[in-house]
């Protein structure tokens, strides 16, 4: 009877034990799924809006005119700002964290400026009134979720207002002249930006821009039938916010992390 007490009570003993350190094993942590986490969607065509401010310089050089060549070669030089405001439309395509695009913006400007002087006849100015901007450029940029930093390069057209007012020599009788005309310019655009997303299909923008429009002969005329030749040399620096939506294309991009 003895033996039979013991042997049970050492068998109870065991099991005990047993259990005991069957709880004090540490559980095993399950093994855990690649996170696969959506990233910002840049995809698709998108349209916003622009405003702004720009600022640049102009050149001009007399080249001849019908009152004679003694002013010939010239040059009136004066600063030109203004604000701007208009819209924009685009298409992204997105690889991975690269996207590569294409961008075409109007704006209406308020960028003028003008010199008042003196020429061989009398008081005189030279002003410059550019009434709109338009361009198109290809855009690279590389993204980071939300956020996407940019270049682009492409073409630009502003349409420009000029105004000479001057007075005619004493041989004409010491007339006041306005000589004025207008003209679309073309020139080449660089510029860079950041744009951030902040909702699923909407993002916001700065960027600056730098357009060079060269120099490029343009007359004036008067309407008494007197005119003067200019070469014209423009450039003008853009810095400008924008708001975009986006009408996305092609699902959801992914990345792993």
């Given amino acids: 009877m003895k033996h039979y007490l013991l042997a049970t009570v050492s068998t ?14 540490a559980v095993k942590a399950p093994i855990k799924a690649p996170i696969v986490a959506a990233i910002y969607n840049w995809n698709g065509f998108y349209i ?15 080249i001849d005119g019908s009152g004679g060549g003694s002013a010939n070669g010239t040059v009136r030089s004066f600063d030109i700002d203004g604000g701007v405001a208009g819209g924009q439309l685009g298409y992204n395509f997105q690889m991975n964290q690269f996207v590569l695009g294409v ?9 003028r400026g003008g010199f008042a002087g003196v020429n061989p006849n009398g008081p ?30 492409g073409v630009a057209w502003a349409n420009d207002d000029y105004n000479h007012p001057a007075t ?8 006041p002249l306005n000589y004025t005309g207008s ?6 655009l660089v510029g860079a930006g950041l744009e951030y997303g902040f909702a699923p299909n909407w ?21 008494t039938g007197r005119w003067v030749t200019f070469g014209m040399k423009e450039t003008v620096n853009l810095a400008l916010v924008g708001l975009n939506y986006r009408f996305n294309w092609g699902g959801p991009v992914v990345a792993k992390y």
């Fill in 12 to 25: 109870f003993a065991f099991l005990a034990t047993q259990q005991a350190n069957a709880a004090d094993m």
């Fill in 48 to 62: 916003g809006g622009l405003a702004g401010y720009g600022w640049g310089h102009d050149d001009w050089t007399r």
């Fill in 103 to 111: 961008e075409g913006g109007m704006v209406w400007s308020g960028i």
């Fill in 124 to 153: 005189a100015s030279w002003n410059t009134d550019m009434r709109w901007i338009a361009s198109l450029a290809g855009r690279v940029g590389f993204a980071i979720d939300n956020v996407l930093l940019y270049g682009k390069g």
């Fill in 168 to 175: 005619s020599g004493p041989g004409a009788g010491n007339i």
């Fill in 183 to 188: 003209n679309t310019r073309t020139g080449w």
């Fill in 203 to 223: 993002s916001a923008k700065i960027e600056y821009n730098y357009i060079d429009f060269g120099t490029k002969n343009i007359t004036l005329n008067d309407p």
